[in-house]
């Protein structure tokens, strides 16, 4: 365990804060912590920083409801930094991205697919909702509502047994267009992706105890 006095802060009483998401690894944002803001967020167990721009505390989430849930804080080998796992409410930056770190310098040569995940799909969904973006396809989802979203789920999973019927990849087509309207529902709805994940898990162990007592039986 590292004591809070043994970290080295900076000249302005601040040492840079690298905030990562605990269920990805992905690196959400950089800010910055004083004494102050660590103590805070220890305490609270959700992340507080300085900022150097209103020179004030700026408690995450306070404002947009975006909070992150402190789940481990780690010092690097020269005490001068802080990695912060966190379980996150919501977008990270206050764009609506998942993270705050969007924007290619160089670009590394790997397809595009390799940098998506569902999770992360579904951060910018939420973050649709939240932070109204103008002519976003997904904000203007939202704001016509539960039966919009349900009718445009009906019309794609009729698209997905009719594409189904002529060939492999009209079906990945409708069947991605499918899970990305099921997505906005469940972001509507309030509903998790590790809340499907453990709903299927408590399945897959019922089914198993099925065939377990047809087995025996």
């Not at 999973?157 to 499918?178: F, G, M, R, T």
Request: glycine letters at 6%; hydrophobic letters at 40%; charged letters at 30%.
């Amino acid at each position: 365990m590292v004591d809070i006095n043994e970290l080295k802060f900076d000249s302005n009483g601040l040492i840079p804060a690298i905030v990562v998401d605990d269920d990805s690894g992905d690196v959400l944002t950089l800010a910055y912590m004083n004494r102050e803001s660590l103590n805070i967020s220890l305490e609270k167990k959700l992340t507080c920083f300085w900022s150097r721009s209103r020179q004030e505390l700026w408690l995450k989430g306070e404002t947009s409801g975006n909070y992150q849930h402190i789940k481990e804080i780690v010092a690097d080998c020269d005490r001068d930094a802080l990695l912060v796992y966190v379980k996150k409410d919501g977008p990270a930056c206050h764009l609506g991205n998942a993270s705050c770190f969007v924007d290619d310098l160089m670009i590394r040569e790997k397809e595009a697919h390799e940098k998506f995940t569902v999770c992360g799909l579904m951060e910018l969904i939420k973050g649709r909702k939240t932070e109204k973006v103008e002519g976003s396809y997904t904000t203007y989802l939202f704001e016509k509502g539960l039966d919009k979203i349900l009718k445009k789920i009906g019309e794609e999973s009729s698209e997905v047994i009719i594409a189904s019927k002529n060939s492999k990849q009209e079906a990945v087509y409708e069947i991605s267009d499918l899970i990305y309207h099921l997505l906005v529902l469940m972001a509507e709805m309030g509903i998790e992706i590790k809340d499907i994940i453990k709903e299927l898990a408590s399945r897959h162990v019922i089914d198993k105890k099925v065939k377990q007592e047809k087995m025996t039986s």
